[in-house]
């Protein structure tokens, strides 16, 4: 009993120290791409891309904080560009269903690349399968969701 | 984004700093103690058994029965309890790998779905497609790895 103990008190404080060490400095390096404008730059650079989903720019903005920082920040910026910009349901419908699929990418990506798993393989797949997705919705979703919302 | 742009000083480290030890705390928190428990269960025959009962599911992902475990954790739980399951049980690479890309799409079900929900969404619609988009994926993955 008291190696199994041993055994799982080293295994877990191991796992969590591994995990840390990448996990800290990436959280710092956003910190600071955020405070240097750069996620507001990069956001508003790849905004333009929503297009293809047949979306308003503006909603891209929102898309693009929620995929890097995560979901309830995403939720956020989702209510206020909503708010501001006046976007239509559908815009808000496909930002939800990309991001339900893809959000805080680096943070889960820095977990899992802690184990081992490549960061490349993980962030691209999850990007391009998310973007898969809400094209085809993008195709589906009807149009009367165009009007309007008031959140 | 607090400050204005352009602008770091030592109060961007220090935010830095806390957001990363969060993490690592809410990590901690659920990975330490779920390590225990399926340490636990590895020194007695409940992991076999429960290993032994979902192999045929899991062998679509060419994955092993007791990694269901690291699946229901993380859609129930969150990924830091996955996390905790995956590194307590001894899997290969592409094993992790697999679990890491079915997890990204999907996790942490009943607060994520809360958040959907309240933007407009259908639960069962968001349900529906994480928990498709991470089969989907588990099955590609297992043959392209």
């Known amino acids: 009993m008291l190696e199994v103990l041993k055994e799982a008190a080293v295994g877990s404080l191991l796992s969590v120290k591994q995990i840390a060490v990448i996990v800290i400095p990436i959280m710092i390096a956003m910190e600071f791409l955020k405070d240097l404008g750069v996620l507001d730059r990069i956001a508003g650079f790849f905004s333009p891309l929503v297009r293809v989903f047949g979306m308003r720019k503006e909603s891209g903005f929102p898309l693009v904080i929620g995929i890097i920082i995560g979901l309830s920040y995403g939720a956020g910026v989702i209510f206020r560009t909503a708010r501001e910009n006046r976007l239509p349901r559908r815009d808000l419908y496909l930002i939800t269903y990309f991001l339900v699929a893809a959000h805080a990418v680096f943070e889960d990506t820095a977990i899992f690349a802690a184990l081992g798993v490549s960061s490349a393989l993980l962030l691209t797949t999850r990007l391009l399968v998310a973007a898969m997705f809400t094209f085809l919705a993008s195709k589906l979703m009807r149009h009367e969701l165009e009007k309007e919302v008031n959140l | ?145």
């Open chain 2, 1 to 145: 984004m607090g400050s204005p742009p352009g602008s770091v000083s030592l109060d961007t480290l220090k935010r830095g700093l806390q957001s990363g030890l969060e993490v690592t705390w809410q990590l901690a928190r659920i990975l330490i103690p779920v390590y225990f428990i399926v340490t636990f269960f590895k020194h007695t025959p409940i992991l076999e058994i429960v290993a032994r009962l979902f192999a045929p599911l899991m062998g679509i992902f060419g994955l092993p029965g007791e990694a269901a475990l690291v699946l229901v954790l993380g859609n129930f739980v969150n990924l830091y309890a996955a996390i905790g399951a995956i590194v307590s049980l001894s899997l290969s690479l592409k094993e992790i790998t697999v679990l890491a890309i079915m997890l990204s799409f999907c996790h942490s079900l009943p607060v994520e779905t809360a958040l959907a929900k309240k933007i407009g969404l259908s639960a069962v619609n968001v349900i529906a497609v994480r928990v498709g988009l991470a089969v989907l994926s588990g099955i590609a993955f297992n043959f392209l790895l």
